[in-house]
């Protein structure tokens, strides 16, 4: 749980600076994100999370930042960080 908690306060701090909301759009937090959504239990949850988070990884296949952080965004709220 706490892990949890400092990863959520971690990409909280991202997503509130420029510099940072940037990198989230990267193979490396998608992975990270996949692992995270699997371990969900609320199934309603976990189903809106994939889903926001396949758009997200679309957008950033076809180089569309604002894109991916918008469904990016929509995958941390239905995992409530």
């Given amino acids: 749980m706490f892990k949890i908690s400092v990863l959520a306060a971690f990409l909280a701090i991202a997503a509130l600076s420029p510099a940072y909301a940037q990198d989230?759009?990267?193979?490396?937090?998608?992975?990270?994100?996949?692992?995270?959504?699997a371990k969900m239990t609320d199934p309603t949850k976990k189903k809106e999370a994939t889903t926001?988070?396949?758009?997200?990884?679309?957008?950033?296949?076809?180089?569309?930042?604002?894109?991916?952080?918008?469904h990016m965004d929509e995958a941390h709220k239905a995992m409530g960080i």
């Fill in 52 to 70: 926001a988070l396949d758009m997200s990884k679309a957008a950033m296949k076809k180089g569309d930042k604002a894109g991916c952080m918008k």
């Fill in 24 to 37: 989230l759009c990267t193979d490396a937090h998608m992975k990270q994100m996949d692992g995270m959504i």
